[in-house]
């Protein structure tokens, strides 16, 4: 029965993978978690799993530098929302590359392949990573997709599709994103590091790990006694906290 763990910083994204990948390829063991790069490291040591299912932006030793250190120790596959680290990852040796969120079809193409890899000599793996680097090149040529217009989310047992110049903000926690627009609040599953790739980056600024904000809805930055820079919504009483690493897109303002 082949083995793997998974590592990703968020538990939401650890629990989607390990559904979707249970549906696919149900022998497959899950025989661990990881939070972030040093943990999946000392797994990979430990567990000696025949597969890492790795993200790549993690606190500390993130997903790249992670594969560097497990190096043949195990199979590779990043499962990322960002596709501009997608060369590096098949030159770190990575069997495949999925997208944030996993979907079942994507991962079944995924779990051929990691089946193939498995039974395969070394030499017919390396002919294999080339193969799809060169596919990956093409794909990363073709033209970009639109950004989002319109948002599907729920409103108690109602689904509502939201234009995106409506919502003033996204906030997510562990579990859902909060969709606030001005006359109501609606939720999504989907993580604002996968909503900040596809909206645009000059109508939502991304102040926060876990907020998004339209700049058209801000009314100020103001400092609270913490020193914290907050944003404020106009004609709301919220007030959104800015992360430092973010603080140069008010400079402008």
């Known amino acids: 029965m082949p083995t793997a763990i998974i590592a990703d910083d968020e538990r939401l994204m650890r629990d989607q993978l390990r559904m979707r990948l249970g549906e696919v390829w149900p022998e497959l063991e899950i025989v661990g978690e990881a939070k972030n790069g040093d943990e999946a490291v000392e797994l990979v040591r430990q567990l000696k799993p025949d597969l890492t299912f790795l993200d ?15 190096g043949n120790q195990s199979n ?13 990852a098949f ?7 999925v997208l944030k969120p996993p979907e079942q079809e994507r991962l079944q193409v995924t779990v051929e392949r990691l089946k193939e890899r498995l039974g395969q000599p070394k030499a017919l793996v390396n002919d294999s990573v080339t193969q799809m680097l060169s596919q990956l090149a093409e794909k990363m040529a073709a033209p970009k997709p639109a950004y989002l217009q319109w948002i599907q989310a729920s409103i108690g047992q109602d689904l509502r599709m939201i234009p995106v110049e409506d919502i003033l903000f996204f906030r997510s926690d562990e579990k859902y994103t909060c969709v606030q627009t001005d006359k109501f609040e609606a939720l999504i599953r989907k993580p604002v590091r996968d909503l900040a790739e596809e909206l645009d980056p000059a109508l939502f600024w991304q102040i926060h790990r876990a907020t ?10 103001t400092r609270d006694l913490r020193g914290r820079h907050l944003v404020m919504i106009k004609g709301k009483s919220d007030k959104l906290e800015v992360s430092r690493s973010f603080l140069h897109l008010f400079k402008q303002m």
């Open 56 to 70: 790549i932006r993690m606190p500390g030793t993130n997903g790249m530098e992670a594969a560097r250190q497990i």
């Open 76 to 88: 590779i596959v990043f499962v990322t929302a960002y596709d501009q680290y997608a060369v590096e």
């Open 91 to 97: 030159e770190r040796g990575a069997v495949d590359y």
């Open 212 to 221: 998004l904000v339209n700049v058209n809805a801000i009314e100020g930055v």
